[in-house]
């Protein structure tokens, strides 16, 4: 029996923004529904729908054989009765509590001795010991993080929802913790839904992504093609990101990394990959140059023979989508297009210096 | 000070602190219904428990003292099934001093409820907390300082009340005088050394209790 969550539903508010979302499913016990989005678009709404902490106007909310709310029958499951794990964006940790006992908070039914073990075994398993008696207060921002999860984790939710997780950590902790978070959702096989405005935090921890806009699902589909493939080009503002594509790591040495794309192979900066590692390779349009004719030596390190197949004019701009062994974007003012006189069909060379490929670990 | 004065002070915060335990659960709950709750008559609730607080003492006084007494509404039953008389009795200053004083419970501890951040709140339901331990495990010990400062008023207010007293209590001595009532009693009678006294001991416990309130309320700010 599959345990997703199936929910289509309206939230409107009194005066104010209406947020709609229709067929959100999850897939699958390991996967992770990205809700993804600018500030106000709705995606945290939708969140706390899920949970059970705003009731919508309209719609339903399924999970597994459970109903959770259908507007017709009047059907509304409280938070408390939902088995879920919510995390939301500040963790809200109790703060008059200590890490021990926010832990326990929510499974306060056990018995003594069962309740100590658990939150032992969920303290040693996210590598909290020694803090149980601190004040949220006295704890770093990934140590909280921790202690909310813990605190959610203890009791085995069915559906784990996450509200910006990473996005109250400074930089070089988000980074150390986002690799943590996705080996976590890996090995709980818990459904997650995850919200999140960072486009880095999407691709590295989801499987599909549903983008909002304005309280709207404006496209949706797997991480992987809603930011390669934006189908409009409020999305592709959105996602921001106009070439993402899959890729594995083959070697690693003094700071280069050559990736494998396609039947291509490219050379990034990176430190901390492994070869073997599986990575999403992303490429900004406005990043990649194009060359005409044979090119004599050039600086930068990537040069793919590519075949032009469209190109879209908006306003001064032009959208070129190119083809090597992978599907490429590049932009070009209007001039430059003219001069190098690009066609459909053209054989050009696409140059792309090693910064300016971007390496997400999967 | 002589023995008679003693148990005159002994009765008084007797009395006081019976009241405020009475006013403690009522209050809480008054003032919970006002801050987490939207439903209609609510402002009436407010405006109701807030009179006490401008009306003259001696009106609520009145007023406890026609829905009290035997021929009164809530007078009357209490004598019919309980054999309980109130006015003029101990009882009757207890229930005077906790209609005054709960104004000023209601009041702290609305705002301290509603400092409280509801995602707390939320999120203790998404771990699967009733309301009623939300209320005691997050609610209250996030705004125990403010309950308390109000709960310190409270009773400061019950020690010194007056007018509500005298209505519905009337001058009994041994029974239901209280400090107040004397240090009025003895200006009347001329023993101003007596009466000021008495004055200066009320004095004390009131500001006493008000610095305490001032120092919880401020702590919580910081």
Known sequence: MSQDIQASFAKIFPDGPQIRVDELRSSGPASTTVLYGASGSGKTTVLRCL???????????????ETWFEAHGRIFVSPQRRRIGFVPQDYALFPHLSVAHNIAYGVSRMGRTERETQVGETIRWLGLEGLERRRPDQLSGGQRQRVALARALIRRPQLLLLDEPLSALDGPTRLRLRGDLRELLKQLRIPTV?????????LALGDQLIVMDGGRVVQRGSVHEVFSRPTSLAVAGIVAMETVQPGQVLESAEGLVTVQAGRSKLVSLSSHLRPGSEVYICIRAEDV???????????????????????????????????????????????????LDLKPGDKVMALVKAPQIHLIPR | MSSEEWQLIGFTARMA??????????????????????????????TVVTLPLVLPPVVTGLALLKLFGRRGLLGRWLHQVFGLDVIFTWRAVVLALAVMSLPLLVRAARTAFEEVDRAFEQIARTLG????????????????RGVLAGTLLAFARALGEFGATIMVAGNIPGHTTTLSVTVYQQVQLGDDAHAWLLAGVSACLAFLAVVASEYLVRGRKR
């Open chain 1, 194 to 202: 995850l919200v999140t405005h960072d486009r880095t935090e999407a």
């Open chain 1, 289 to 339: 140059i194009l060359v005409k004719g044979q090119s004599s030596l050039s600086s930068p390190r990537n040069c793919l023979p590519v075949v032009v197949r469209s190109l879209t004019t908006e306003g001064p701009i032009v959208r070129i989508d190119l083809d090597s062994s992978f599907p490429l974007a590049a932009i070009l003012t209007k001039q430059a297009c003219e001069e």
């Open chain 2, 17 to 46: 602190a019976l009241s405020t335990l009475m006013v403690l659960p009522v209050g809480l709950a008054v003032a919970w219904c006002l801050a987490r709750l939207q439903w209609r008559g609510k402002a009436l609730l407010e």
């Open chain 1, 51 to 65: 949970a059970g902490l705003e009731r919508p106007e309209e719609g339903s909310i399924r999970f597994g054989e």
């Open chain 2, 129 to 144: 907390a009733g309301e009623w331990r939300i209320f005691l495990t997050v609610t209250l010990p996030l705004a125990r």
